[in-house]
């Protein structure tokens, strides 16, 4: 049963900005996400409002201690009266998936592409009410609060919750994808990686653990590998999904066919010119009259996404990625070009490079086109996941 009270008066917000003697005015943040990565910032935000939820539930007669809070969601009206949830929700979230999941069967962290709700079967919540909510992924928490419906704003709330918790959701669950730094992003791209989706935790771990020691990838390379090929068929049926990849199907499943079969120079051969093709398609389809110069496809690429900075897909980097790495220039005096677009069209990429992590790349950046072109792939709507591969 949800715990009941009332308060002299309801919240506003936390303080951003101190407010000396003498002084009147002051700076208050009503609205806020943040969580265990935030550190003492973090730890602030809970010893405030949720820890005098929690001593309001203690004169109550029941003693919830803080260590064993793994939700809490609190909602104020205008007249301070408080309905408070503690550790009694049925949590559900809607999962993008990345592969075929049967009905009944266990879901995990690395099948999940994306992140589109988290929210209550139980609860509705109005949109003139204040809203704290604090819960756990394993460890970690996070801590989304927004007072603005409440006096003196009385800004009721008019975005969607549900889509806004799963994007809170999805930046703790994927918290290490999100916190990589810059330093981090500049290696993963002179090395020609990315964090793709397609990519277990695990892998991406690997990758950033060799780029960053500059390490020889050849074990890592056969992992990656295996990995594909295990994926191989789940990839085919994706890409014959996508209205946008229609017109490149054949040649799409012949590359896969010719990675499968370790000919890695077939694969990128026909990948590397017919991804931009895939992103003129992309184009074409979303009625963009722009130039389809390569900015514009890079960009027109995420923009479905583009909107979401908690989007596990990562789209702005991902576009970053396009414009700097798939579509990379070459000083046509340097004999030792990398593969990319511009470099295999015009002929001039070094023939070493025609390797394997080009291959691995070029699938692994199609698939991650078809997680960004299309929304007809696989959902599943269950209980909160546990966070194991």
Known sequence: MPHKFKLDKPPIGYAASACGPGESTVQVVSTEFSSTEDGQHFINRLEGFPMDVLSEIRKTGTDISPSRVDHMLVLIDADANVTAYVNELKLHAMFRV??????????????????????????????DVGVLFVFSVGWRKGLFFDYRPLPPLFQPIKYDLNATFGQFYAHVLFQERFSISNS???????????????????????????????????????????NIVAKVEDFRACWSKADVFEDHSCLLTHSLDRFVNHDYISCISILY???????????????????????????????????NERCVLLPRRFQAYLESVYFQSFDPNNRDINCSRNSVGHGVANQDNFNQQAAIVAILVVQQLFYFFSETDKRVTGPQTESGS
């Open 98 to 127: 990345g592969r075929s999941i049967e009905a009944g069967e266990s879901v995990f962290k690395n099948d999940i592409v994306d992140i589109h709700s988290f929210g209550f079967d139980d609860v509705k919540i109005p949109d």
């Open 184 to 226: 981090d992003w500049e290696h993963l791209f002179d090395s020609g990686w990315f964090p793709f989706n397609a990519l277990t935790g695990d892998n991406i771990q690997s990758i950033l653990t060799y780029v960053r020691n500059g390490w020889k990838q050849a074990n890592l390379l056969e992992k990656l590998t295996e």
């Open 273 to 307: 010119p017919r991804i931009e093709g895939l992103l003129r398609s992309n184009h074409r389809s979303l009625g963009d009259q722009r130039q389809a110069s390569q900015k514009n496809l890079s960009e027109t690429a995420v923009r479905r996404y583009a909107w």
